[in-house]
């Protein structure tokens, strides 16, 4: 389906979340359907807001329910895999604990420690952890 949404829009949007619990690890997921080690998160749908879609996606992947506002870090682009695919990527430092719903993508959530992500961790996820710990500027790829 992936490939047949990339042909017919002329963009996609989607969400991800930098989750930190109070002894400043981060939430991190690996997919059933990709590898590596990433931020939880998901697509946005047609008529939803980014704050739904992250609520959505946080409750979904994570076992997380947002308390507060997440603050926006900022909107990348990755036209390495698809001209027009786009991530808006939230920091979450409030919130708590539910149930999750994994509905089969999701093979497992782990929290670690900034210094300590698995081996497996994404390029991309490792980039905007280094953006978020050194607060650098946000840069335009992911």
């Not at 080690?37 to 807001?49: A, K, Y």
């Not at 979904?60 to 870090?73: F, K, N, R």
Request: with cysteine; proline share 7%.
């Amino acid at each position: 389906m992936q490939g047949h949404w990339r042909r017919s829009r002329g963009m996609t949007l989607g969400v991800q979340g930098l989750i930190v619990n109070a002894d400043g690890e981060i939430a991190l997921v690996r997919h059933t359907y990709r590898p590596g080690w990433h931020f939880p998160g998901g697509g946005v749908e047609r008529g939803e807001t980014l704050r739904a879609a992250l609520d959505k996606e946080m409750r979904e992947e994570a076992g997380v329910a947002l308390t507060a506002a997440p603050t926006l870090a900022g909107i990348f682009s990755n036209d390495a895999k698809f001209r027009g695919d786009h991530i808006a990527l939230f920091i979450v430092r409030d919130w708590q604990p539910c149930e999750p719903d994994p509905r089969d993508e999701i093979a497992e959530v782990i929290w670690a420690a900034p210094d300590n992500f698995p081996p497996e961790t994404s390029p991309a996820t490792r980039r905007r952890l280094a953006e978020f710990l050194d607060g650098a500027s946000v840069s335009e790829e992911w």
